[in-house]
């Protein structure tokens, strides 16, 4: 799932800064969520809706 939104997630993250390492901080934080809240995907729809 991170390979394939890897790109997604990035560009998520950026919107909200421009900080390199900040996004980098981001992307970490969103893969920790979405590790976490994934027994709650209940698959109605798309991953990248979800994530």
Known sequence: MVREHRGTIYTVCYMF???????????????????????SFEGRSDVRSWI
């Open 17 to 39: 800064s421009n900080d390199q390492d900040e996004v980098a901080d981001l992307f970490q934080e969103v893969l920790i969520n979405l590790w976490k809240s994934l027994p």
